[in-house]
């Protein structure tokens, strides 16, 4: 981990810590949950040689601030601090701005709020916020597998993802990964080391606090920007087609919310693809991505 630099940026005080390489266009990568930074280390050494590549721990996560208020959790805070983050290290510029899950939604929520700012989102593996909280309102089946939303918030669950410095999260979370060559002990290890943080599950759980509401608690101003705002920002989802998280049938409706977008599908990956085919997001990543 020697070519990434560890550094701290403060908005409004709570420091969000980030790791950094490269030289050239800005690039900031937006992990999901339960993660942090270090899911995009492959994506970071593909693209080191030509761009700055940035990845964010959002607050509450890793080495990150764990503020007990939501505010710093909720969307136009999470955007701002984004945006705060990329003026601090490139100016004015606009840049490219890469999520996974939670990170993909709230890319895509910075791409329909500030079109201005940026040159090109992706997406991997994750629906706008907008949209999702739309399937959350009306798709059983999203209701479905998005449970786990609103049951790890308390009681036995909750309890479950805590105890013993998250080591029961880190071995289900992690044990898909553990049958790639390219997944070593020493990925394993970094990665349960960012769960058992202190404060850190509850602080990854607190985004959903934040944003997402009882399924019949959703009403129009649960939105944001809007409930129909979309980006004309060149767009690429990558699309783990195995995943179990999301119903891929939000593909379909996904160019109401993206009007310049481009879908990548990868037969037999799951919910993490720049963990499980590294390579393969990597080439999609630098044919999008062009200067």
Known sequence: ????????FTHEGV????VEAGQGPLVIFYHGFPSFWYS?????TALLDRFHVVALD?????????????????????????????SHLAGHERFRLVGHDWGGALSWAFAQAHPD?????????????????????????????????WSMRAGKTHQWMIEDGARNLWQQAYAKFRQFKHYTDEDDEIFRQGL??????DGG???????????EAIRSDSYWPSKTAKTSVPAMLIWGEADDTFVPSFIDDLPAYATDLSIRRLEG?????????????????LEFLKV
């Not at 981990?1 to 701290?8: L, R, W």
């Not at 995009?40 to 970071?44: A, N």
């Not at 601030?65 to 601090?81: E, F, M, S, T």
């Open 269 to 285: 990956v799951g919910h993490t693809p720049m963990l499980e085919r590294p390579d393969q997001v990597n080439a999609l990543l």
């Open 196 to 201: 058992a943080q202190p404060g850190a599950i």
């Open 58 to 86: 959002g607050p509450g996560i890793n080495l990150s601030d764990k503020p007990r208020d939501l505010g710093p959790y909720q969307l136009p805070n999470l955007v701002a601090q984004i945006n705060g983050l990329a």
């Open 1 to 8: 981990m020697s070519k990434f630099k560890s550094n701290v």
């Open 205 to 215: 759980i607190n985004w959903y606090r934040a944003n997402i509401p009882q399924a």
């Open 15 to 18: 420091n969000l810590h980030y």
């Open 40 to 44: 995009f280390h492959h994506q970071m």
């Open 117 to 149: 700012r940026l040159h090109q989102v992706v997406s991997i593996n994750a629906p706008p916020a907008n949209q999702l909280l739309h399937l959350l309102a009306t798709d059983s089946e999203q209701r479905q597998r998005s449970r786990y939303m």
